[in-house]
């Protein structure tokens, strides 16, 4: 393999990485439904940026740690985080 293909591959890497992954922003966009959270947990388990917190019963999001990757949504057994 040439150096110029492993460089390509290099970017392509970083490039896929960079749009698969938002990172923290101002506002998430993700919304929790009080209604239907049960507060069992299970999103905050699987956050890996640790944005998920159970506070008085319910699940909130920190925005400033979220990066959309959407395993609380997957996790979520009521379907109240999307």
Do not use: W
Request: aromatic letters at 8%.
């Amino acid at each position: 393999m040439t150096r110029f293909v492993k460089a390509l591959a290099a970017i392509a890497v970083v490039f896929i990485l960079f749009v698969a992954c938002k990172g923290p922003v101002e506002s998430t966009q993700l919304l929790i439904n009080a209604d239907d959270c049960t507060g069992c947990g299970e999103c905050m388990e699987v956050c890996p940026y640790n944005a998920v917190e159970i506070i008085d019963g319910d699940a909130v999001i920190d925005p400033s740690l979220c990066h959309f990757c959407y395993r609380c949504v997957e996790q979520c057994p009521e379907g109240a985080i999307y």
